[in-house]
């Protein structure tokens, strides 16, 4: 059965702190690792008082730090907003320090409004260097070259595992020009998956960082006892999309029993396609959208956020999708028998 792994965004809820946030991120990482989930990442946002990774290497060293064997990394770098060479920097010394455990995830949006674009870069270039730049950094690990003036030191000869993250063709190309493994954030713009996806493996180019395509795909996980239950803690994550939305990014929100009653149906409409990648409800209902969307999707692995407001039900969610994935592989098992 393919693997699942966690993305999270270390949400800030309302009446609480980054701190927090933070602290909940690790406990989050360490359950996962109890469960068996294949890798943990981390996103770069900016100027988002619901978000609390805004520094993400820091926060992967945090829960490198906290944990033993599951793989961290970034889902990821927005690598526009710094140069290569200090990403190759930051996550040498983060494979120097949990060796054989990092991933490097690289997008090129700047995850953030152009106002806070403009803070963090001051040149805003709208990623148009972004595959010139992924060249340089894979430059960086490589093997020292004693003709190589600008070295990477923790970097050079360090095997980090770079992907490509996208939510559109252009990373999807790219990923399968330079040969290597490529993740589709379908959790929040699924519009483009499957095109994205045939485009990658049709193109791919075999490389020595990958001898076959390699595709990951992003996936909104709410599971609760009940398919109510679930539907309700979902409230919160379209609540933030709606205020991102109208320009009113904040904290994580309560979970709400009736959301129509206080947006219009236009905007839940516009939130719902946004959404759409998304699993909600009991075991059985959560099971049924799994299947489906690998069945769809031929995913080698799924990465599965967990936007929920409260951490007990966050931590009760991702124990449910484990328990998916395990009924997943019996009936795998059962059927190649």
Not at 177 to 200: D, I, K, N, T, W
Not at 279 to 290: D, H, I, N
Request: aromatic letters at 8%; glycine letters at 8%; hydrophobic letters at 45%.
């Amino acid at each position: 059965m393919i693997p699942f792994s966690v993305l999270d965004l270390s949400p800030i809820v309302a009446g609480n702190t980054p701190a927090q946030a933070l602290r909940n991120s690790l406990d989050l990482a360490q359950h996962a690792e109890q469960l068996g989930y294949n890798r943990y990442w981390v996103a770069e946002h900016h100027n988002m008082p619901g978000v609390a990774s805004a520094a993400t290497s820091v926060v992967i060293g945090y829960i490198a730090g906290g944990t033993q064997t599951i793989r961290v990394g970034a889902g990821g770098i927005m690598l526009p907003n710094h140069s290569p060479l200090i990403i190759a920097e930051q996550f040498g010394t983060l494979e120097s320090l949990y060796p054989g455990r990092i991933d490097l995830g690289l997008g090129r949006a700047p995850g953030a409004d152009q106002a806070t674009a403009r803070a963090l870069r001051r040149d805003v270039n709208n990623g148009d260097s972004f595959p010139q730049d992924v060249v340089e950094l894979l430059q960086y690990f490589q093997p020292g070259d004693t003709d190589q003036h600008v070295q990477a030191i923790p970097g050079v000869d360090l095997n980090v595992p770079v992907w490509i993250l996208g939510s559109s063709l252009f990373g999807a190309q790219l990923a399968a020009y330079l040969g290597l493994p490529y993740a589709f954030a379908s959790h929040f713009s699924p519009a483009q998956l499957m095109r994205a996806l045939e485009v990658y493996r049709s193109r791919f180019k075999p490389s020595a960082y990958l001898s076959e395509p390699y595709a990951m795909v992003a996936v909104n996980v709410v599971a609760a006892d009940t398919d109510r239950e679930a539907e309700r803690l979902f409230t919160s994550v379209q609540q933030q999309f709606l205020h991102i939305r109208r320009g009113k990014a904040r904290q994580m929100q309560p979970p709400v029993d009736d959301l129509a009653a206080q947006w219009p149906e236009y905007e839940l409409a516009g939130i719902e396609q946004v959404l759409s990648c998304s699993a909600v409800g009991s075991p059985e209902t959560v099971q049924r959208g799994l299947a489906n969307l690998i069945e769809q999707t031929k995913a080698d692995e799924l990465i599965i956020s967990a936007p929920i407001f409260d951490h007990q039900a966050r931590k009760h969610s991702i124990e449910i999708a484990a328990a998916v994935r395990s009924n997943l592989a019996v009936q795998q098992e059962t059927a190649s028998v």
